[in-house]
C-alpha cells in the first residue's frame, strides 16, 4: 500500500498553462508539505497545511495556491507556468506539527515547462 | 533562524569500507535532526533522527548516527558500505520553537564502488 501518493508522475507542458499536482496520505497523519526539489537536487518547502489549516507558506509566487480539501489530500495548483517552475514537486506527511516526527515523502512529480 | 551544512557534495568510499557523511547545524532552541535517503527518481526515505538521549542513534539499513552539542554536528556512519548504499542523503533540523519546518541540508551524494 501506498503511504504518500502523487499525480501525475511526470508532467510536460508549455508556458503560461495551468496545472495541478495532487497529493494524498493514508497515514492517518495530520500534517502535509509540499516541497520543491531544483536541478541541483537542493529541496525547499512551500507549504504546509495541519489539519487543513496553512501553517507554512515560504516566499513562493502566489501563481503557487495550495488546497487541502481534508486531512488526508493537499493539492497543488500552479498558474501562468513558467521556465522556471521545472523542477521536481514532493508532497510529504507527518504526525503533529511542534513535533519530532518524521516526514514521509511521495515519489514526486517532475514538472517540465516548455 | 535554523541551518544545515553538508560541507561534501560527494563522498566516495570502496565497498567493505566505513562511510562518514558530514552534517553541521545551527537552530534556537533544541534541535531534532533527521537523515533521509533519495535514491535516483525516488522520494526521501527516513533514515533516522535525534530526538533527546543517547547520542549514539541506530536506523534502518545498518546505518547510525552521532550527535554531538558541542561540535552542533550530527554525522552519519556505516561501518561497512555497500555498492546499494550509493545515493543521496539528506541531513534535516527543526528547532524545538520551530513550528511544522525542517530545515533540510544541500545533499552529499555516496558514491559506493565495488
Known amino acids: 500500500d501506498t503511504a504518500v501518493s502523487q499525480t501525475p508522475k511526470y508532467l510536460v507542458t508549455q508556458m503560461g498553462n495551468d496545472k495541478s499536482i495532487k497529493c494524498e496520505q493514508n497515514l492517518g497523519h495530520d500534517t502535509m508539505y509540499w516541497y520543491k526539489q531544483d536541478s541541483k537536487k537542493f529541496l525547499k518547502i512551500m507549504f504546509s497545511?495541519?489539519?487543513?489549516?496553512?501553517?507554512i507558506n515560504e516566499t513562493v509566487p502566489n501563481r503557487f495556491s495550495p488546497k487541502s480539501p481534508d486531512k488526508a489530500h493537499l493539492n497543488l495548483h500552479i498558474n501562468s507556468l513558467e521556465l522556471g517552475d521545472s523542477a521536481v514537486y514532493f508532497c510529504?506527511?507527518?504526525?503533529?506539527?511542534?513535533?519530532?516526527?518524521?516526514?514521509?515523502f511521495g515519489p514526486g512529480t517532475r514538472l517540465t515547462v516548455l | 533562524a535554523q541551518s544545515v551544512a553538508q560541507p561534501e557534495d560527494q563522498v566516495n568510499v570502496a565497498e567493505g569500507n566505513p562511510l562518514t557523511v558530514k552534517c553541521t547545524y545551527s537552530v534556537s532552541g533544541n534541535p531534532y535532526l533527521f537523515w533521509y535517503v533519495q535514491y535516483p527518481n525516488r522520494g526521501l526515505q527516513f533514515l533516522l533522527k535525534?530526538?533527546?538521549?543517547?547520542?549514539l542513534v541506530k536506523g534502518s539499513y545498518g546505518f547510525e548516527a552521532e550527535f554531538n552539542k558541542s561540535q552542533t554536528s550530527f554525522h552519519l556512519k556505516k561501518p561497512s558500505a555497500l555498492v546499494s548504499d550509493s545515493a543521496l542523503y539528506f541531513c534535516?533540523?527543526?528547532?524545538?520553537?520551530?513550528?511544522?519546518?525542517?530545515?533540510f541540508g544541500a545533499g552529499t551524494q555516496v558514491v559506493v564502488t565495488p
Open positions: 497545511y495541519n489539519n487543513k489549516e496553512l501553517i
Open positions: 510529504a506527511s507527518s504526525q503533529g506539527g511542534p513535533t519530532y516526527n518524521e516526514q514521509f
Open positions: 535525534y530526538i533527546t538521549g543517547d547520542n
Open positions: 534535516a533540523v527543526r528547532g524545538t520553537d520551530s513550528w511544522g519546518k525542517f530545515q
